[in-house]
């Protein structure tokens, strides 16, 4: 009888919906239905007095609308089911202005009825949320009793359009969608548009002029940015003060937490994209989601070429040679290659609030990259007159290919803000790599007089498990508790062998031969208490963690090992509200950062003897304490400011040093780049970043940060370099055009600056060792970059995108390094003036109810399950 009375209700409201709506809209669309930016998720459960469930009662969700023709307010359904077995009712994709008005009815209880208002409504004593703060798109009812009165929905906000950049005092939240520069391109030509990131030619990420923790959806990954495709990520988190809930790893620079698409719509919907750059080097893929009654089903799959172009200078002078000797260098490098990224996601929704997730990424690469490198060597004096010069010619292959699996629980407790979360993450990858050495010495005239040849094979993997539960108490609606647990084991294997020719063969090297395996295990636990008086908010969290590291050079069998006890980090943040939206932060978090097992490893490597590395098992953590004062304003048409000033202090600072050893290859004093602790850093500074709608078709984002910084190696022989003033700008501008164009460009400068400690690996032209960051700096640089896009066909479901990147070739990296041994200066320029063409499609997206119509059931039944 309930479905017989609610099926005539359907027909009488679709009607009077359909009367009103132009072109026989169906009921759904335009405001009442699946249209763009309908993603609120309303559900709960009925039950009787007695707390059992209530089955087969109706239930109907409802919006007052202007009739267009009479000018009369009348009532029209937006969406309508029938409850479970279990009593459960869910509707997705509701409107996201208005109210509603929710109406149940079954035979034999009472009817009830509620008004659902999306205006944020303060409770007494409660603070105001943060300006750009996101509200969760999926609200519980709880149990919802039909013998009393029902229990008063919580209000809630929904924005419909995530604007290009969302501030709040804790972190920013970069949209990617918004950033048409990216297309095509990679995770670095992402971060390249983030406020407060700088990412300079060679791939370095840095923060705050450090190195930040990278995380992909809130966990620790082995994929580097360059293996992750742009069109692949949602948002980029920027948390450069983290609470005692992140993992304490990562140093003081702060969080970039990587949010990668996932659907949210009941339907089918979907993307796929092509793009080709100047050198011919092409990038496609494409995007299919699926969600329909209790799954949800995502894949992607994307892959990038690449055909890279990089040129360098080095000049040098040599102090301790005698006669002292100038040496000047030039390199061309060439990459060819490519990615293939997968990616493939199933949400099962047991219940309303039960949901379980699997997540599966694979990534496979090869890159062949070819380098030549012109050196010659001249003494400053006549006396012992020297000049020589040679060639060098390096081919080389890169493989790897990684794999990786999540597993994810989430129960949300009839208790509004009560849940748990448990995440498993597994990923590993393997790689292997060879590189062929030709060097050929030099005549005055340029003739060959010698050869060298010398050849590198190595092979690696690496497995991560990460395994996290979280849980959220509610005492109040302003307070609550947030505990949680963590352990993350990690194993790498490396062996990497060198071979020198001899005339007849290629005969391994035994002292240049590196090969170990190590594992590294860190286990946490932390607790946090958040509550709020009136405008005054706090958050207070302890973090406790422990780690062990343990190696073994596998052709040696020495073994070393390091046992960390554990170690508390705290952290407090205060927040007060003020009048005319205006909010303060004060915030301090204690930090770590372990050394890696690249810098742990007690082995030479001399695979490439132009850029010799060593680690230093003897490294210990470094520790940051960060104070950090923010403030926020927000003025009329969501125009933001927001201003931070910052203190880090770091004790046992692990950065880079230069030493000398004997290449047992040559016999020679060859140079050695290690790592050290030094006795401390500090990095000071203030940073503004402001977010401006100027007109309806323009808005411009500008982030600057000014900081001086300095690194203590007073326990080393080396001079300590003396403190450095720098500011770092990057301003982004966004013109919405008629005719569906689109115009974005994007300026960033970095001034001179220190150089960035805690970067991993060689990386860079050879012979660009940087002992520490104290012993050298960066010139001034910046660069310009220019995107056009065109959208058309119906509801701009295609789009093609034209970008340029360093128009003016100006994004040069210009280095000076100083040391006891030399001096240094070199410059480097990557891939200027790159062009890319992109096309994008997308389809299902403004008619994601299309499956549920094609139902013989009608949108009633076909809503009715759907979690």
Avoid: C
Avoid at 179 to 203: C, F, K
Avoid at 461 to 480: E, G
Avoid at 524 to 546: C, M, P, Q
Wanted: glycine share 8%; no cysteine.
């Amino acid at each position: 009888m309930n479905k017989i009375l609610l099926l005539l209700a359907v027909i009488i409201y679709t009607g009077s919906a359909m009367a009103q709506m132009p072109g026989g809209m169906p009921v759904g669309m335009g405001g009442n239905g699946t249209g763009p930016g309908n993603i609120g998720h309303l559900y709960g459960k009925l039950t009787d007095a007695d707390g059992k469930p209530v089955s087969d009662a109706s239930v109907m969700l409802m919006r007052k609308k202007t009739d267009s023709v009479t000018k009369k307010i009348k009532e029209v359904l937006v969406k309508a089911m029938i409850t479970k077995a279990n009593g459960d009712f869910s509707f997705d994709e509701l409107p996201v202005k208005g109210n509603l008005q929710l109406k149940i009815s079954s035979s034999g209880y009472k009817a009830a009825e509620q008004t659902v208002s999306f205006m944020p409504k303060m409770e007494p004593g409660a603070a105001k949320p943060a300006a750009g703060a996101m509200p969760s798109f999926d609200k519980d009812l709880g149990n919802i009793k039909l013998t009393t009165d029902s229990k008063q929905l919580q209000d809630v906000t929904i924005t419909s359009v995530a604007p290009p950049i969302r501030l709040s005092a804790d972190k920013k939240i970069f949209n990617v969608e918004k950033n048409i520069m990216s297309a095509g391109g990679t995770g670095l030509d992402v971060m390249r548009n983030v406020p407060s990131v700088n990412v300079d030619i060679d791939g370095n990420v840095t923060l705050r002029n450090a190195a930040p923790q990278i995380l992909v959806d809130g966990r620790p990954t082995t994929l580097t940015l360059d293996q992750i495709p742009a069109d692949a990520i949602e948002s980029v988190e920027v948390i450069t003060n983290p609470s005692a809930k992140y993992d304490a790893s990562g140093g003081g620079a702060g969080i970039l937490n990587i949010v990668l698409k996932k659907n949210k719509k009941t339907g089918y919907n979907g993307n796929v994209r092509a793009g080709v750059d100047k050198r011919g080097a092409v990038n496609g893929g494409g995007d299919f989601s699926f969600r329909q009654n209790k799954f949800n089903f995502t894949a992607a799959v994307n892959v990038n070429q690449n055909k890279g172009r990089t040129t360098g200078t080095t000049e040098r002078l040599n102090l301790l040679d005698t006669p002292q000797t100038s040496v000047n260098q030039s390199n061309y490098n060439r990459t060819t290659g490519g990615f293939l990224f997968g990616k493939f996601g199933l949400d099962y929704f047991v219940t309303n609030r039960t949901t379980l997730s699997l997540t599966g990424i694979r990534v496979h690469g090869q890159f062949n990259p070819h380098e030549n490198i012109d050196i010659s060597t001249d003494s400053l004096f006549n006396s012992g007159k020297i000049s020589t010069a040679s060639n060098r010619v390096t081919a080389g292959s890169r493989e790897f290919n990684g794999q990786g699996l999540v597993f994810g629980l989430k129960h949300i407790f009839p208790k509004e803000g009560e849940e748990i979360t448990v995440d498993a993450n597994l990923f590993s990858g393997r790689n292997k790599n060879n590189s062929l050495y030709t060097t050929n010495f030099l005549s005055k005239s340029g003739t060959v007089t010698n050869t060298e040849l010398q050849k590198a094979i190595g092979s690696g993997s690496d497995k991560n498990f990460v395994i996290q539960t979280d849980y959220v108490l509610p005492f109040s609606k302003i307070t609550k508790l947030e505990a949680g647990a963590r352990a993350a084991i990690r194993s790498r294997i490396n062996a990497n062998n060198n071979y020198i020719y001899n005339g007849n063969e290629y005969q391994l090297i035994p002292s240049a031969v590196s090969n170990y395996q190590n594992s590294d295990n860190v286990y946490a636990a932390y607790t946090t208490l958040s509550s709020s008086i009136k405008n005054f908010s706090y958050k207070v969290g302890l973090r406790a963690e422990h780690s062990d590291y343990t190696g073994t050079l596998t052709n040696t069998g020495e073994k070393f090992k390091n046992s960390y006890p554990v170690s508390l980090f705290p952290s407090v943040f205060l927040s007060q509200q003020l009048s005319n939206k205006q909010q303060l932060q004060l915030s301090y978090s204690r930090r770590i950062n372990r050394p890696n097992f690249f810098q742990l490893i007690p082995f030479t490597d001399y695979t490439d003897k132009l850029n010799i590395t060593k680690g230093n098992p003897n490294l210990v953590p470094e520790f940051t304490q960060s104070l950090e004062l923010s403030y926020l304003k927000t003025f009329k048409g969501n125009n933001s400011f927001l201003a931070s000033v910052y203190y880090k202090h770091t004790v046992n600072l692990i950065t880079r040093y230069l030493t000398q050893e004997v290449d047992p290859v040559s016999g020679t004093n060859q140079l050695i780049n290690t790592y050290i602790n030094a006795n401390s850093s500090y990095s000071t500074g203030a940073e503004a970043t402001a977010q401006n709608y100027l007109t309806k078709w323009w808005d411009i984002s500008t982030n600057v940060n000014v900081y001086n910084s300095k690194v203590n190696t007073s326990n080393v022989t080396a001079a300590s370099q003396g403190a450095l003033w720098s500011m770092f700008g990057k301003f982004n501008s966004n013109f919405k055009l008629p005719k569906n164009y689109a115009i974005q460009l994007t300026t960033t400068y970095q001034s001179k600056t220190n150089l960035p400690v805690n970067t991993n690996g060689g990386g860079g032209p050879p012979w660009m060792q940087s002992q520490s960051s104290s012993q050298g700096y960066i010139l001034p640089s910046w660069g310009m970059d220019l995107a056009f896009k065109k959208s058309f066909l119906k509801n701009n479901a295609a789009a093609i995108t034209l970008s340029i990147s360093d128009i003016f070739k100006t994004r040069v990296s210009n280095q000076y390094s100083s040391s006891e041994y030399f001096t240094q200066t070199y410059n480097r320029l990557r891939d200027p003036q790159m062009v890319r063409l992109n096309f994008s499609y997308r389809f299902g997206k403004i008619d994601a109810s299309l499956f549920k119509r094609k139902s013989n059931k009608g949108e009633m039944n076909a809503t009715e399950g759907v979690q």
